[in-house]
T-cell receptor, first 108, second 116 residues
Framework: EDQVTQSPEALRLQEGESSSLNCSYT??????LFWYRQDPGKGPEFLFT???AGEEKEKERLKATLTKKESFLHITAPKPEDSATYLC?????????FGKGTRLSVIA | GAVVSQHPSWVICKSGTSVKIECRSL??????MFWYRQFPKQSLMLMAT?????????EQGVEKDKFLINHASLTLSTLTVTSAHPEDSSFYIC????????????FGPGTRLTVL
């Protein structure tokens, strides 16, 4: 059974304090790994797609990386507006399987 | 990225009534759409895969007679919650994108359903 585990469940950072969120997965035949941002009461917003180990994608203060067993979402010098829940999802031969997310709070 | 809309954004109804939620892909044609529900502080739970012109595929444990899905066109899928009860209160989100559902999904803004 495909499984996705995200850690930590919650993370509290001071503004400017860089950190990383982890997404570990156990799947058969990874077709893609996706990162989303979700604000309270809203649908997930697409951030990145990663397809193969070693791949990296960047967008503003966010950088996503992928290995054969896990993905990291690195946040550099975060700002309060980066506060949200970050969701990781994997796709094999079935629809997306989501992790439970990491709730990030960035304090000014 | 692709734009997906949902209507209504929130709805309050009485127990026993039916509620219809629309999901539209605004700038692309989606042969496959997905319906999720999300409880507070929980992740998204896939309910069903909606296929244009054919029957939806429901996940295990989801009652297909209670959650009716219709995907009548390449830009519109609807979810009807029939005979709603308070335990059906949740956040319902649709998504679309990718070729035959493979690849990144783009999500609608969600519909908050409250059943009194």
């Amino acid at each position: 059974e495909d499984q996705v585990t995200q850690s930590p469940e919650a993370l509290r950072l001071q503004e400017g304090e860089s950190s990383s969120l982890n997404c570990s997965y156990t799947v058969s035949g990874l077709r893609g790994l996706f990162w989303y941002r979700q604000d309270p009461g809203k649908g997930p917003e697409f951030l990145f797609t990663l397809y193969s180990a070693g791949e990296e994608k960047e967008k503003e203060r966010l950088k996503a990386t992928l290995t054969k067993k896990e993905s990291f979402l690195h946040i550099t010098a975060p700002k309060p507006e980066d506060s949200a829940t970050y969701l990781c999802a994997v796709q094999t031969n079935t629809p997306l399987v989501f992790g439970k997310g990491t709730r990030l709070s960035v304090i000014a | 990225g692709a734009v997906v809309s949902q209507h209504p954004s929130w709805v309050i109804c009485k127990s026993g009534t039916s509620v219809k939620i629309e999901c539209r892909s605004l700038d692309f044609q989606a042969t496959t759409m997905f319906w999720y529900r999300q409880f507070p502080k929980q992740s998204l739970m896939l309910m069903a895969t909606s296929n244009e012109g054919s029957k939806a595929t429901y996940e295990q444990g989801v009652e297909k007679d209670k959650f009716l899905i219709n995907h009548a066109s390449l830009t519109l899928s609807t979810l009807t919650v029939t005979s709603a009860h308070p335990e059906d209160s949740s956040f319902y989100i649709c998504s679309a994108g990718g070729l035959a559902g493979v690849g990144e999904q783009f999500f609608g803004p969600g519909t908050r359903l409250t059943v009194l």
